[in-house]
């Protein structure tokens, strides 16, 4: 069985991943919490890691049968035929998401400059500074392929 990325209707994530795991299709849709703040409250949101994707271990006969799902818009497509992704990928991607949030300590970073995470997930990973603002810095990890914005 093979890891395939599916494109679903905008905010359609959640509910697409619990109607394919009932269909008995194993399905990962990454989520992480974010605090939103309205004018009168604040509230923790879960919401999609990757808006609008979700991915499926699927046999490669049986890959139509994500379709009877509402919600389901194609299979992301790489070099004219379905992507598959990793399974080491899809771990890491776990991983990575269940580590524990830690404080990042924000030096005098200018951008260009390449540095050395210390701690946490991605310790001992060489980063380029992409972007300074006043309160984010973003980071590029090329070994991992993912661009970290960390907040200030």
Known sequence: MEW????TKPRNE?????????LGIEVYCPLVTTIK??????????????????FVKIEEANRKDVFQVAG????????GKPAKIQ???IEA???QLDAPIINVTIETWTP?????????????????VE???????TLILKSLGIRLIIDR
């Open 37 to 54: 703040q309205w004018s009168d409250r604040k509230k923790k949101v879960e919401s999609p890691l990757i808006p609008s994707y979700v």
């Open 93 to 95: 991607l776990k991983t």
């Open 4 to 7: 395939f990325a599916l494109y």
């Open 131 to 137: 972007k300074v603002s006043t309160n984010k810095v």
């Open 72 to 79: 389901v818009v194609q299979y992301v497509f790489w070099l």
């Open 87 to 89: 399974p080491y990928e």
């Open 112 to 128: 260009k400059a390449q540095i050395q995470i210390s701690e946490g997930p991605f310790k001992n990973q060489m980063a380029v």
């Open 14 to 22: 959640k509910k697409v991943a619990e109607n394919l795991a009932a």
